[in-house]
């Protein structure tokens, strides 16, 4: 059975940093393009980023775009989310996604919530003084 769990999240100042994992049992994620998703209150779910099945292509929203990096490791089956300059907009819950379809995260697109085969139960994150 495919599963994701994050772990990271926390309370965190403005301007601060927080690294997010997602590790993956069940399956191997080196067939998987993985996402991260987020979800702030009374707001929809928005993609934030997406690294490919070979690690070769990443992509980010303009929100986060210079400010995470995204990077995978295979030999321990974990995707991670570098976050730095956090702002109080980052607040959200943050959820990673694993696709398994080859057209996931290619070109400049990120992950299709429609072409998501696994979900993660998502870490929270609040940006506050």
């Known amino acids: 059975q495919l599963q994701l769990v994050e772990s990271g999240g926390g309370l965190v100042q403005p301007g601060g940093s927080l690294r997010l994992s997602c590790a993956a049992s069940?399956?191997?994620?080196?067939?998987?393009?993985i996402g991260w998703f987020r979800q702030a209150p009374g707001k929809e779910r928005e993609g934030v980023s997406c690294i490919s099945r070979s690690g070769g292509t990443t992509n980010y929203a303009v929100a986060v775009k210079g400010r995470f990096t995204i990077s995978r490791d295979n030999a321990k089956n974990t995707v991670y989310l570098q976050m730095n300059s956090l702002k109080p907009e980052d607040t959200a819950i943050y959820y990673c996604?694993?696709?398994?379809?080859?057209?996931?995260?290619?070109?400049?697109?990120?992950?299709?919530?429609?072409?998501?085969?696994?979900w993660g139960q998502g870490t929270q994150v609040t940006v506050s003084s």
């Open positions: 069940g399956f191997t994620l080196d067939y998987y393009a």
């Open positions: 996604a694993a696709a398994e379809s080859v057209f996931s995260c290619i070109g400049g697109s990120l992950l299709s919530p429609g072409r998501v085969d696994s």
